[in-house]
């Protein structure tokens, strides 16, 4: 156990809904990551927060936007979903801003039908 | 950009020693970090080399060479648990990024 907690763990909605991911970090940990994870595109790195600021965004869609509340905890919200953002999404929590150990949550799995 | 090149594949046996291999094209270089993913599990956390040379934990060691843009995480006394897809990952476009490689399945045989 990673001590990181994501919610769902699995969702199933429709084109074209909005759903909401949820993560908790580590106890004591600043920065929130958000991957995407599927068969053809491997594990993609989506955005990170630090202490309730954006501190870095890979290739995050402009459908999808994330924050982190003062407690930090994570959401991260999918819109207008399409077929192709059916995957895993996982968290991810580490100590500081740029450390390189990453400590992941179990994973929301999203199936848009 | 920036890219990661891992084999898909690495089949051994048990209580043999396997090397998996990564090489990178990066800018703004931090480190490289390896992770193991279990089917249906999450990544986690192996090893982290941000200098030249061999770090080892255990049974699993991590090398880099910065000159070479080359790193290998090397598994040895394997188990069936080791089982699983490997990824190397980096820190890049100076910090804004985090880019992962495409994972290598290693399948430990009795």
């Known amino acids: 156990d990673s001590g990181v907690t994501q919610t769902p763990k699995h969702l199933i909605t429709a084109t074209g809904q909005r759903v909401t991911l949820r993560c908790s970090p580590r106890?004591?940990?600043?920065?929130v990551y958000w991957y995407q994870q599927s068969l053809d595109q491997g594990l993609q790195f989506l955005i990170q927060?630090?202490?309730?600021?954006?501190?870095a965004k890979g290739n995050i869609l402009e459908r999808f936007s994330a924050q982190q509340f003062p407690d930090l905890h994570s959401e991260l919200n999918l819109s207008s979903l399409e077929l192709g953002d059916s995957a895993l999404y996982f968290c991810?929590?580490?100590?500081?801003?740029?450390?390189?150990?990453?400590?992941f949550g179990p994973g929301t799995r999203l199936t848009v039908l | 950009g920036q890219s990661l090149e891992q084999p898909s594949e690495v089949t051994a046996v048990e209580g043999a020693i396997v090397q998996i291999n990564c090489t990178y094209q990066t800018s703004g270089f931090y480190g490289l970090s390896w992770y193991q993913q279990h089917d249906g599990g999450a990544p986690t956390f192996l090893s982290y080399n941000a200098l030249d040379g061999l770090e080892e934990t255990g049974r699993f060691s991590s090398f880099l060479s910065r000159s070479d843009s080359y790193g290998y995480l090397l598994l040895q006394e394997l188990q069936m648990k080791d089982s699983a897809s490997y990824f190397c990952a980096v820190r890049d476009n100076y910090g804004q990024n985090f880019v992962f490689g495409p994972g290598t399945r290693l399948s430990v045989l009795p």
């Open positions: 106890s004591g940990d600043l920065s």
């Open positions: 991810a929590s580490s100590a500081s801003s740029g450390a390189d150990t990453q400590y």
């Open positions: 927060y630090y202490n309730g600021e954006e501190r």
